[in-house]
């Protein structure tokens, strides 16, 4: 996946309108987009929509944000949707592995009172939105199979640790969502999973948004949240594989495959070692060859 657009979960309009995006995924929400008294209207109109849609051909795939385990709504909310066959949920405030495992317990139950195969729902986490997740990171590997994405996040943890902005203008983030930022992409790589950068709150600033994507894929993230339509096609532009890259990559796995065991092989003047492999053949599984 290269771009996951939220979309209220409580909005059937916009969720209808979401499919056309061209967005790789949509995430349902029923957490920060939904009032606390829409709560249950926003499970039973997000569910409707997971039995109409989840499965079809050409279909984004369709995730669903739940609340935090701290909220008494956990709960509900998986009741209310697993039966509906959601591609995976994304856990806010994520704090480290026990909060995936906890949830996983969660799923695990219902799955089983739905009939669907253990295991058969991913979850993705945002894993950066309490000061706490930020001594959690380290946590994420190996903490349960379904653990198929890590994201970070900049406006809750601006609240949890009192900050007045987590961006300056023309400047990027700040300082402590810089190391965020950074210490999320170490924990997806130790996990072994996917980074998924965080959204970019201002939609009307495609420019700015192109330059952040642009960022965080020469630092390896592989995928991007979006919070309007708009944002999709440039999200999915940048985070595309280039028929240049491709070709590239493709040269670095043909000459290794030609001679298995050496360590190094030159291209066109150039020394490429296993990193380079492993580099080009995560190029290439993202470009789907």
């Given amino acids: 996946m290269r771009s996951m657009l939220f979309?209220?979960?409580?909005?059937?309009?916009?969720?209808?309108?979401?499919?056309?995006?061209?967005?790789?995924?949509?995430?349902?929400?029923?957490?920060?987009?939904?009032?606390?008294a829409a709560k249950q209207g926003a499970?039973?109109?997000?569910?409707?929509?997971?039995?109409?849609?989840?499965?079809?051909?050409?279909?984004?795939?369709?995730l669903v944000r739940i609340n935090a385990l701290d909220?008494?709504?956990?709960d509900g909310d998986v009741a209310a949707v697993m039966a509906a066959r959601p591609a995976g949920l994304l856990l806010p405030k994520?704090?480290?592995?026990?909060?995936?495992?906890?949830?996983?317990?969660?799923?695990?139950?219902?799955?089983?009172?739905?009939g669907i195969?253990?295991?058969?729902?991913?979850?993705?986490?945002?894993?950066?939105?309490t000061a706490r997740g930020m001594f959690t990171l380290g946590t994420y590997r190996g903490c349960s199979p379904r653990l198929k994405g890590l994201t970070w996040g900049a406006e809750d943890l601006s609240a949890d640790i009192g900050a007045q902005t987590n961006r300056l203008p023309g400047s990027g983030a700040t300082e402590p969502f810089r190391i965020a930022r950074?210490?999320?992409?170490?924990?997806?790589?130790?996990?072994?999973?996917?980074?998924?950068?965080?959204?970019?709150?201002?939609?009307?600033d495609l420019d700015d948004l192109r330059n952040e994507c642009e960022a965080a894929r020469r630092d390896g993230f592989t995928a991007k949240m979006a919070?309007?339509?708009?944002?999709?096609?440039?999200?999915n532009e940048v985070f595309t594989p280039s028929v240049e890259e491709i070709e590239k990559a493709q040269a670095v796995v043909a000459a290794f495959a030609a001679d298995p065991h050496v360590g190094v092989v030159a291209i066109d003047g150039k020394m490429f070692d296993r990193p380079h492999l492993r580099l080009a053949e995560r190029i290439l599984a993202r470009a789907g060859k």
């Fill in 182 to 204: 950074a210490m999320l992409l170490f924990a997806a790589a130790d996990a072994g999973i996917p980074a998924i950068d965080t959204v970019h709150v201002d939609f009307r």
């Fill in 7 to 36: 979309v209220p979960g409580d909005s059937p309009r916009k969720m209808e309108k979401a499919l056309g995006s061209g967005a790789d995924a949509l995430i349902l929400d029923l957490e920060d987009s939904v009032a606390p």
């Fill in 227 to 235: 919070i309007h339509p708009a944002q999709v096609p440039v999200i």
């Fill in 117 to 129: 195969d253990d295991g058969a729902t991913a979850i993705h986490a945002i894993a950066t939105e």
């Fill in 94 to 114: 994520a704090e480290g592995g026990a909060s995936v495992q906890e949830l996983h317990a969660m799923m695990s139950v219902a799955e089983a009172e739905a």
């Fill in 71 to 74: 909220t008494a709504l956990t």
């Fill in 43 to 62: 499970r039973e109109t997000t569910a409707a929509f997971l039995r109409d849609n989840a499965g079809k051909p050409g279909c984004p795939v369709l």
